[in-house]
DNA sequence: CCATATTTGATTGACGTACCTCAAAACATT
DNA sequence: AATGTTTTGAGGTACGTCAATCAAATATGG
């Protein structure tokens, strides 16, 4: 009933414990004859390699590195800090982790930023960027030099990647228009969409889901066209200030991407209270902004989660080890002034 | 920069690495003076043992037991099979585990269940019970043995338990609060609130953070005294139809403990079009009830992370490894039909 | 058929901890 | 001082994999 080893393997398949470890580990030197022979017993047998034992064996340790946009939102820096914290705690995986930022404002930018990774003395690379061609490319030419990639935050469909790490955007955006137009008790008027770059699939697939539910449910309210906040708050205050002025019939801002601060700065002055507003993710900006009613509702992705599963999909990836779909799920969380959990 | 290992801690403390081991894994025959230098080192050095190692080193699996109440609800179904799924596909843990069934409607029966345990076989014990005096006794007993302890999904804060696996229950009840309060549109009406048993802790806590919520904003509505459902769909069921009929102001039900299959077939007889209902735990009757418009929200907490949550906190209790907080948090969800997940 | 390349086998030593045995040393008791 | 008891040391094996070496077997091309 014990789990099978490599030494079953080799008995099963008939061939030497070195040519298991060759198989096993993508080494050079066995027929394919052979490697199909072994694959077969790795069926049969149900074998799969103990992670305990490989970390423990492993000489070099893993380089993985997460990929985040320059900029100095409030978000990232959280994101950032969550990656450090889950690499200095999980000191016995064997990883090094960095974080490298690069500016990702032009596609250029970004796909740069991918080609200049040193992709020899790399083996996993967590990114955060838009869905452009560009980028899509510079992944796939990663992959093909054997570095694993995972999106995380926002998905990269079509760029090979089996898993990707993050919420659901389409039903965090589901969410965000239920709670707006749940909330709201005005018989008609205007819903304002503030997004990030238009290029960003999270954004994109916010914005999916928040329509369909807005048109299902909440047709008497007029969403308006989308605006670009590209994440900064300064801009974000900027166009809430002048929506407000523009739209006297406004009802609702969802701010589906960051520069919080920006908002719930402009809300502070020229805010009413019969708006109701949603954003994204929890930080010092978002805290307050319920704290005080500025905001409604603020929807959450956990970022020591997605740190952490990030590290454990590249892994898994990297190694040959099984991906626990429920145990990677990251989940949505909503928080209002009234379940605010303390700092 | 490398971790310090046991070798490292003997030559600092300058014992053998008989004696360090001895000293890390409690067994006896060291002098206390002889302990503190040990753990002097310890400290000094940074010194945390290499799960990875240890796992692979150890001999005998640990024995986990999980205990819940013995009742035919859906939710302890989901909750069992999670703990199953966890238990085959983490088989690389070395840990046996098993989950045990005690009829728990008297305080009498939950602590002999507890007590006929073989305490001597056992290394950890989840326990969902309700919070009596004699369960208490009878889980501070078992530590007294050196068993580890966990409560999951309903706290016992007075049982000597490090960690609760489990979510924020007056979290949740505040939520629940908030979803019912403000999705209602009505001047006024009466609250109901459907309990499991009133020694439940998980249900004190949502009852509190509920009425605290309720008080706040939603003075205008009415919150009704607890009624007891038992977790039992049948007695729901009754309960949902009698109050229908006696009270024609309910304007809202809060369904705090399982059951929820009894109330959605009430809702579905007698319900009407401005009641608005929250209920707890994804099962079949509660997405049911979602999509045929008979739920307005439902709060879920997961199973499997709870599963491998508590998994994970007995075994580094026993092993002496660290926790991490951030991890082990569990999370709420919230269900309504614009967000409901593929099943 | 040979010479050469490719593929396979046999073996070994880490990795860090658990767990065991046996003997030596330190301590306590009379 | 002699005895027994407790505490400590020294050393080894095992866990399952990685990683490396060197020799042996097999395949390939001329």
Redesign the pocket.
């Known amino acids: 009933m014990?789990?099978p080893?490599?030494?079953d393997l080799?008995r099963h398949a008939?061939?030497?414990?070195?040519?298991v470890?060759?198989v096993?580990?993508g080494r050079?030197?066995?027929?394919e004859?052979?490697?199909s022979r072994v694959q077969k017993a790795i069926d049969e047998l149900g074998?799969?390699?103990?992670a305990?034992?490989?970390t423990?064996?492993?000489?070099?340790p893993h380089r993985f590195v997460f990929l985040l946009p320059r900029s100095n939102n409030q978000f990232l820096a959280t994101l950032m800090e969550a990656i450090h914290e889950t690499a200095s705690t999980n000191a016995a995986l064997r990883a090094n982790i960095e974080v490298v930022q690069a500016p990702m404002r032009t596609p250029e930018d970004a796909s740069h930023a991918i080609r200049s990774l040193d992709s020899e003395a790399l083996d996993g690379l967590a990114i955060m960027a838009p869905e452009t061609p560009s980028i899509r490319d510079a992944v796939l030419n990663l992959q093909a030099r054997g570095v694993q990639v995972v999106p995380i935050i926002s998905d990269l469909p079509n760029a090979g990647c089996d898993h990707f790490v993050g919420i659901n955007n389409v039903a965090a955006g589901r969410t965000a228009a239920l709670l707006l137009g749940g909330f709201s008790n005005v018989s008609d008027g205007a819903i304002a969409v503030i997004g990030g770059q238009a290029m960003e699939r999270s954004f994109v697939d916010r914005r999916l889901g928040f329509d369909a539910v807005m048109r299902e449910r909440f047709a008497h309210l007029e969403v308006l066209p989308t605006i670009e906040g590209f994440d900064d708050a300064g801009r974000v205050e900027e166009l809430v200030i002048k929506l407000l002025s523009q739209r006297p019939d406004l009802a609702g801002i969802y701010l589906a991407s960051s520069g919080t601060s920006g908002l719930t700065s402009a809300l502070r002055n020229v805010g009413n209270a019969n708006l109701r507003v949603i954003a994204h993710d929890m930080t010092r900006a978002s805290r307050d902004g319920l704290v005080d009613g500025l905001l409604d509702a603020v929807i959450v992705q956990d970022v020591g989660h997605i740190a952490r599963s990030a590290i454990r999909v590249l892994r898994a990836l990297k190694?040959g080890l099984p991906i626990s779909a429920s145990q990677e799920r990251i989940r949505i969380e909503i928080f209002t002034r009234e379940n605010l959990p303390d700092p």
């Open positions: 014990d789990r080893t490599v030494h080799a008939r061939v030497s414990l070195a040519t470890d060759r096993l580990n050079p030197g066995v027929r004859q052979t490697i074998y799969s390699r103990d305990n034992a490989a423990l064996a492993r000489k070099k190694d």
